[in-house]
C-alpha cells in the first residue's frame, strides 16, 4: 500500500493508505478528524471541502495519494485554541446554521473566497458557494455571516498594521 | 470504488511509461470527472497515473499573437490570468464550482471531451492546437465523437494553444442542477473568419455551426443568426431538454453572445 505524507491543521502524519482511500475517508477515519462532513459524497454538497495547500477542495473527490506532500486544513485548523476564527464566530452570531451539518464546509469555501477577495458583494458571495448546498436555514444569514466576517477580519488587518 | 495501482511520475516519460506497463492504465488530471466516475464503478482502472507530480505541466505562457496554456492549469488559474483572451477567462471562471475549479484541468476536460464541457467549444471556435507529447493537433480534427479524441493510446496532452482572437464570447444556458452546458455558443471573430463552436447539443459532442458561421460572416449582428438549419435529428434529446428546443437555444445563445461582442 502508498504511505501518505502530509501535514494536516499544522502536524505531519505519515500513513499507509489504498490507493482509492480518499481525503475525506483519510481525515475521518484515519485522523478521527469529522469535523468535515461527507454528504453527497458525489462532488456537489460541498460539506466535506478542506483546503489543500490553501485552496478549498471537495475532499470527497481526491484521493489521499494525490494530496501526498500537501498542507491540509480542516474546519478543526481554524481556531486559535479557545478563540474561534473570524469566520466561525461570525456564522454563530448571525445565525448562519440551523442543523450544522452543511457548516464545516460552508466556513472552510468561505474563508478561501475572503482570501483572495477580502470584501466581497454579496453577489460574489452567493456565486463564490454555489459548490454549497444547505438544505435548512437557506443562505440569506450564510451570506450576512461571510459579509460579517469580512469587515472584522479587515479591522483585525487595520489593528495588526498599526 | 476498486482498487488500483497508484503512480505518480514527475516527467512525460515516466508517465508514458507507466501507462504503458498497467493492464488498464488511466491518466487522471484534476479528477473532477474520473473520481467520481470510479466511485460509481462506471470506470476501473487497473493503474491510475497522475499527472499532478509534472511540475512543466502547469503555467500560461503568453506568445504574443497565442497564449499556451499548460495541461495541468486549473480552470481557476486560466479564469484569474490577465494573458489568457477575456471570453476563455471567462468561460474558465463558470465551470462547475469555486472547488472544482481550483482542481478540475484544461487538459482534463480536453481529452475527455464531455459532450456538455466547457473547453471543447473554446478550442472549436478560437482555432486552438492540442500539444501532446508526441505531435501537435488541430482542435478542427482532434474532438471526433462523444467522449472520443485523436489521442492514441499512451498520448499525453502537454498544452493547448489558443491564438488570440480579435473578440469572442461564450454564452452557456446551464443545467439548473449540473451547471453543465445545456447548450453552450462560443462565438469567436479571428483572423481565418468568424468562428461558431456549440457544445452540450450535438449527438456527436462539440461541432461548427457552418450556417451561423456564414451568416455572421456576411453581416455580424444578432439578427443574422438563425439555428433553423441545423438538423434536429444530429442533436441531442433527453429528459433535460429535447432536440427542437436545443436547436433553439443554439440560435438564443450565439445571439447573445454576438450582441455581447457588439457591446
Redesign the interface.
Known sequence: M?NVSMTVNGKQVSQEV???T?LSAFLREKLDLTGTHIGC???QC?AC?VHVDG????SC???A??A?GASVTTIEGLAQGDDLHPMQAAFRDCHGLQCGFCTPGMVM?AV??LQHNPDPSDREIRE?L??NICRCTGYHNIVKAVKQAAQSMKGQQAAAAE | MHNFDYHRPSSLDDAVAALGKGEDASLVAGGMTLIPTMKQRLAAPSDLVDLGGIADLVGIKDDGDSVTIGAMTTHAAVAASSAVPPSLAALAGNIGDAQVRNRGTIGGSVANNDPTACYPSACLALGATIVTNAREIPADDFFTGMFETALEESEIIKAVRFPKPEAGNYQKFENPASRYALVGVFVAKTKDGVRVAVTGAGNDGVFRAGDIEQALSANFSPDAVDSSSIPVDSLNGDIHASAEYRQHLIGVMARRAVAAING
Open positions: 502508498p489504498e490507493g482509492r480518499l459524497d458525489t462532488s460541498g471541502v485552496k478549498s477542495v471537495k473527490t481526491l484521493l495519494v494525490q501526498d469555501s478561501d473566497l463564490w454555489e459548490g
